[in-house]
């Protein structure tokens, strides 16, 4: 997958850059004031659910399957957890089939059903290394009720993709913690986080935008949120 003389360091660098530039010029990352789940005010949100057209919703998946084909991550199958995991999930399957990984995906209802075939998964049977699929990790509750799921159908969370790793501390009982919820899936569950861009990138994209006085502002607020709020940089953080 990588280009003429570029190193796969340097084709991830430039598939997150070309990402974050689509988020921001889609109004999926926006800046401002926002308060995130654990009561901080953040200068950047990060809303997945405005990739609400085909044309958007395409393009996000195949930027998930390009940065899932240069992570090198083995899986056997793909999971969405309900709701937002549901449309990555299926469009994810669809453009790493384009690029020639075909593989089965499920997901799950928030709510089990009692007719038909009843139960609470749907799609091809949970089977083998599978790679959940989201949006963004806050806390890690999503990744951990999907790995409990996996496993009672005895299958294997293996890996996690993501759109975002914000790169910030967790909260536990309402305190700040040294680790993110990436590093605590990645350290703690054991299972490899593939991410299309960071919060490093993020604040590459903001110091890279020229004489844009505004973008320089963010970026001067999102650097101070993160010198507050992040963690130690290290593989995967």
Same mark, same amino acid.
């Given at each position: 997958m990588g280009g003429p003389g570029k190193t796969q360091?340097?084709?991830?660098?430039?598939?997150?850059?070309?990402?974050?530039?689509?988020?921001? @010029?889609?109004?999926?990352?926006?800046?401002?004031?926002?308060?995130?789940?654990?009561?901080?005010?953040s200068p950047y949100f990060f809303n997945a659910g405005l990739f609400d057209d085909g044309a958007k919703l395409g393009r996000l998946a195949q930027f998930y399957a390009r940065a899932l084909v240069a992570s090198g991550i083995q899986f056997d199958m793909v999971f969405g957890p309900a709701y937002k995991g549901i449309p990555l999930a299926a469009t994810v399957?669809? @453009?790493?089939?384009?690029?020639?990984?075909?593989?089965p995906f499920a997901y799950n209802r928030?709510?089990?059903?009692?007719h038909g075939e009843g139960g609470q998964l749907v799609g091809a049977p949970l089977a083998g290394r599978?790679? +959940? +699929? %989201?949006?963004?990790?806050?806390?890690? !509750?999503?990744?951990?009720?999907? +790995?409990?799921? +996996?496993?009672?159908?005895?299958? !294997?969370?293996?890996a996690m993709a993501i759109a975002l790793d914000r790169q910030e501390k967790a909260t536990e009982a309402g305190r700040d913690v040294e680790h993110s919820a990436v590093q605590y899936v990645r350290d703690v569950l054991g299972l490899q986080v593939c991410a299309i861009a960071t919060l490093a990138d993020l604040l590459l994209y903001l110091?890279?935008?020229?004489?844009?006085?505004?973008?320089?502002?963010?970026?001067?607020r999102?650097?101070?949120?993160?010198?507050?709020?992040?963690?130690? %940089?290290?593989p995967g953080a």
């Open positions: 360091e340097e084709d991830a660098a430039g598939l997150a850059q070309e990402f974050v530039r689509f988020a921001v @010029e889609s109004g999926v990352l926006r800046f401002g004031e926002f308060k995130t789940k654990a009561g901080r005010m399957a669809v @453009e790493l089939a384009r690029l020639g990984r075909n593989v928030k709510e089990a059903k009692d599978v790679l +959940i +699929i %989201d949006d963004v990790m806050s806390a890690g !509750t999503a990744a951990r009720e999907s +790995i409990a799921l +996996i496993r009672a159908a005895g299958a !294997t969370p293996h110091s890279a935008s020229g004489g844009d006085a505004q973008m320089h502002q963010h970026r001067d999102v650097l101070a949120y993160r010198q507050r709020y992040g963690v130690n %940089d290290g």
